[in-house]
């Protein structure tokens, strides 16, 4: 079987390119080395790292991700089960935004053993940011940097299982809070789940384009912040299994845009808000696994039927 050296000259490779059993080249010490073998093939577009998770030295896991350093071109880059503690130096260096110019999507799937994320919020095209299994990470890497626009072209984030994060949100627990919290100008997608609620809040607070909310398995959501009138265009609120959430805030009566809202599985929840009479182009509101919000929101018999008799679409189960 060839080894990566052998795709060193193979410069006119186009489209798509997946590595898959690179943890077998970190134990060969043969292909560990940083010789480079991917920043020539500029018609590369997608590229994928395939590592199978099994935990190798250190050194020669980083040796081999040096050595995959793509060319600027590329424009989307998934990695699974990276074996790391850390990124590789050209993921962390000041400048990203600069090495990979025309990154518009990344996947990040099952690195467990990396503590701190690449400074992703630099890179100017990217649109897509999917963040899935990442165990151990604590912050981003050069949050908050103000003298940057942050994330400015991201329309879609997707965070799965990233429970590590600092009570600072993106930034260090050490950190003091940033008196402007960046924001996300073009975000219109945003799914969260099993993370933390400082991240989560900081997210939504930052995010004034959205379109989409999806929370999940926040266990340590309990409220939501007051101010959610920035969320104008949001159409669709789904909050799935938050245990302890126990109040939706006065605020939601403001988003005026919200024609779905679904809430499953968060039994603290007792009593929509005395707002919810406001939202008049809400078409379908879904309520699942929530005995006593279920029983109070009864058509004619429910306490707080006639805050959501408005709705065209009630669904219970």
């Known amino acids: 079987m060839g080894g990566l050296s052998e795709l060193k000259f193979l410069n006119n490779l186009k489209g798509q390119l997946v590595i898959e059993g690179l943890s077998n080249a970190a134990r060969d010490g043969r292909e560990a080395n940083k010789e480079a073998i991917l920043k020539g093939k500029q018609y590369l577009e997608s590229l994928g790292l395939h590592w199978s998770g099994i935990e190798e030295s250190e050194e020669a896991v980083l040796s081999v991700m040096e050595s995959l350093q793509p060319h600027p071109n590329l424009k989307k880059l998934t990695m699974w089960y990276y074996e790391g503690v850390r990124f590789p130096n050209w993921m962390m260096i000041d400048g990203f935004d600069l090495l990979l110019p025309n990154l518009v999507k990344i996947t990040l799937w099952g690195c467990n053993r990396c503590q701190v994320l690449s400074p992703l919020g630099q890179l100017p095209s990217l649109k897509f940011l999917f963040l899935w299994d990442l165990d151990a990470v604590e912050y981003m890497k050069d949050y908050p940097l103000?003298?940057?626009?942050?994330?400015?072209?991201?329309k879609t984030l997707d965070i799965y299982n990233m429970p590590r994060s600092?009570?600072?949100?993106w930034g260090k627990r050490s950190d003091v809070v940033a008196q402007q919290t960046p924001s996300y100008p073009y975000l219109e997608d945003l799914l969260l789940e099993f993370i933390r609620m400082e991240l989560c809040l900081q997210l939504i607070c930052a995010s004034s384009?959205?379109?989409s909310l999806k929370i999940s398995d926040v266990e340590d959501l309990i409220s939501f912040p007051q101010g959610l009138q920035h969320l104008s265009t949001l159409q669709t609120l789904a909050i799935s299994r938050c245990e302890n959430l126990a109040s939706l805030p006065g605020s939601i009566g403001c988003l005026t845009s919200l024609t779905e809202l679904q809430i499953n599985f968060c039994p603290k929840l007792t009593s929509p808000p005395e707002e919810i009479p406001s939202l008049q182009n809400l078409q379908t509101l879904e309520i699942f696994n929530c005995l006593y919000l279920s029983q109070r929101c009864q058509e004619e018999t429910g306490e707080d039927w006639p805050k959501i008799s408005h709705i065209p679409h009630i669904i219970f189960r």
Not at 146 to 151: E, M, Q, S, V
Not at 166 to 169: E, I, P, V
Request: glycine share 6%.
């Open 146 to 154: 103000l003298a940057k626009p942050f994330f400015p072209s991201l």
């Open 166 to 169: 600092s009570s600072n949100g």
């Open 209 to 211: 384009s959205l379109k």
